[in-house]
């Protein structure tokens, strides 16, 4: 079974869990183009990229254009092994951007992002700062792949409720130095009804 697959047939069995124990079910009809929005995100390196390439091809909102909204006074706990995945020292400087992405009116995903500003330009740190602009669109110059550390259906911390994917990543510059660890929460907006 592929990984996009596995995925959502995870994915469908929490829903019918949810279900027969009275919780909040899932979206069900729409549960297979789940595998599709997987494999969407799974052939980019920037989730900025792969989120407006979606959005266009299911017709999210008139314009496909993804925007940044920034989340204040709701930070996540840094996780444990995040020093370790960053390859940084203890007293290394590291900066975190929690950003809503969005098409349109929808909010397709949330994202926890701890990055090494030593390791990004002057101009990329500001833009990071003082702008609603996309991580991966501000760092893009510096052509990051990504690894994908763990996908996981459904929520999982510190993702909200309504998650449908949870993803976790390192993006790393060509020399393989990591620039940023990344927590992506896709939300149900990616597969309308």
């Known amino acids: 079974m592929s990984g996009s697959r596995h995925v959502a047939a995870l994915w469908i069995h929490g829903c019918l869990l949810a279900t027969t124990l ?21 052939a980019q390196d920037s989730a900025t990229a792969a989120l407006g ?3 266009a091809e299911r017709g ?32 290394e400087p590291l900066a975190y951007r929690h950003v809503r992405l969005s098409c349109g009116k929808a909010v397709l995903s949330e994202a926890h992002n701890w990055y090494v500003p030593g390791r990004l330009t002057t101009d990329m ?17 510096l052509h990051f792949r990504r690894e994908p550390l763990a996908t996981q259906p459904g929520r999982a911390l510190p993702c909200p409720r309504g998650t449908i994917s949870t993803h976790r990543a390192l993006l790393r510059l060509p020399s ?7 927590v992506e929460c896709y939300t149900r907006a990616n597969l309308p009804r």
């Open 22 to 42: 009275g919780l909040p079910g899932c979206a069900a009809p729409h549960v297979e183009m789940l595998p599709r929005f997987e494999a969407t995100l799974a």
């Open 125 to 141: 740190n500001a833009a990071l700062a003082d702008s609603d602009t996309p991580f991966g669109k501000v760092v893009a110059p």
């Open 176 to 182: 393989r130095q990591p620039i940023s660890l990344v």
């Open 60 to 91: 999210l909102a008139a314009a496909p254009t993804i925007s940044a909204t920034l989340v204040h006074g709701a930070d996540a706990t840094p996780p444990p092994d995040l020093r370790t995945r960053l390859d940084v020292t203890a007293t």
């Open 53 to 55: 390439q979606w959005c």
